[in-house]
């Protein structure tokens, strides 16, 4: 299985960025698709982004042009660049490692205020 630990989370206003990290260990992070999903209150987790082995990516809807999904595999880290936030962007982030168990990290709390 794969350890992953997301951070960068916080509290922003609307229009401003945030740029969230999650490190992973415990697997050979190259050859596997990483995912960011989302989680807002009373809500179901929802995809946010992926990015596959070979960097190709996908995002949802609602964020497509404001938020950026990346890699570097040699710090094992996925990053998600936030832009133009908005408060319905609020929702605790989590960080997927698709590996043979769909580690999932524990999150980290976006906070977007309007």
């Known amino acids: 299985q794969v350890h992953l630990v997301e951070s960068g989370g916080g509290l922003v206003q609307a229009g401003g960025s945030l740029r969230l990290s999650c490190v992973a260990s415990?697997?050979?992070?190259?050859?596997?698709?990483m995912g960011w999903y989302r989680q807002a209150p009373r809500k179901q987790r929802e995809l946010v982004a992926v990015?596959?082995?070979?960097?190709?990516?996908n995002y949802a809807d609602s964020v497509k042009g404001r938020f950026t999904i990346s890699r570097d595999n040699a710090k094992n880290t996925v990053y998600l660049q936030m832009n133009s936030l908005k408060p319905e962007d609020t929702a605790v982030y989590y960080c997927?490692?698709?590996?043979?168990?769909?580690?999932w990290g524990q999150g980290t709390q976006v906070t977007v205020s309007s």
């Open positions: 997927k490692a698709y590996d043979l168990f769909g580690s």
């Open positions: 415990g697997t050979i992070f190259s050859t596997y698709a």
């Open positions: 990015i596959s082995a070979g960097g190709s990516t």
